[in-house]
T-cell receptor, first 112, second 112 residues
Framework: SQTIHQWPATLVQPVGSPLSLECTVE??????LYWYRQAAGRGLQLLFY??????ISSEVPQNLSASRPQDRQFILSSKKLLLSDSGFYLC???????????FGPGTRLTVT | DAKTTQPPSMDCAEGRAANLPCNHS???????VYWYRQIHSQGPQYIIH???NNETNEMASLIITEDRKSSTLILPHATLRDTAVYYC?????????????FGAGTRLAVHP
């Protein structure tokens, strides 16, 4: 069966520090991968999606970036965090086509 | 993409059926109805989807009206663990990448 992992589970970082969040998927190949963010009390916002290795599409302009160095690995990064980057970051995967997306446990990021 | 309308909140007694409505009066013929839920502090969870026929799986049933302008998600025997925000999403299914957009959803509270 398929499993999606995210780490770390929680993170507290100072403003201006770098960020690296990792997501890996097991049990499937060539998945579509997604990064979402949910600010406190708000809905989910799609940040990035990827349909293959090295193929990243950004949904909103921001100081975050994403990379997909391997088929089942998706990384969210920032060179300098802002206070507004605080939130709940979720990675998800799906097969090709359809809207069944499967979400990871999330990383709760607090920028201080 | 068709707009969906859901009540902001609902209550249900434990053990009773929870019927969550969704209005999508502008739905087009090739748009599917998807349901997700998000339990507090967790990532969204896919529940069920359908095009025009009623669907049932181990989690829920989806009833779509004949004119497809509305649907109802049914949790047959709600438990306290079903307390969550439920999202109704209407999308065209294409090959490759498909973008999910989460609205405000319905906050379902299951009480003893």
């Amino acid at each position: 069966s398929q499993t999606i992992h995210q780490w770390p589970a929680t993170l507290v970082q100072p403003v201006g520090s770098p960020l690296s969040l990792e997501c890996t998927v097991e049990g499937t190949s060539n998945p579509n991968l997604y990064w979402y963010r949910q600010a406190a009390g708000r809905g989910l916002q799609l940040l990035f999606y990827s349909v293959g290795i090295g193929q990243i599409s950004s949904e909103v302009p921001q100081n975050l970036s994403a990379s997909r160095p391997q088929d089942r690995q998706f990384i969210l990064s920032s060179k300098k965090l802002l206070l507004s980057d605080s939130g709940f970051y979720l990675c998800a995967w799906s097969g090709q086509g359809g809207y069944e997306q499967y979400f990871g446990p999330g990383t709760r990021l607090t920028v201080t | 993409d068709a707009k969906t309308t859901q009540p902001p909140s609902m209550d249900c007694a434990e053990g009773r059926a929870a019927n969550l409505p969704c209005n999508h009066s502008t739905i087009s013929g090739n748009e599917y109805v998807y349901w997700y839920r998000q339990i507090h502090s967790q990532g969204p969870q896919y529940i069920i989807h359908g095009l025009k026929n009623n669907e049932t799986n181990e989690m829920a049933s989806l009833i779509i009206t004949e004119d497809r302008k509305s649907s109802t998600l049914i949790l047959p025997h709600a438990t306290l663990r079903d307390t969550a925000v439920y999202y109704c999403i209407v999308r065209v299914v294409t090959g490759g990448y498909n973008k999910l957009i989460f609205g405000a959803g319905t906050r379902l509270a299951v009480h003893p």
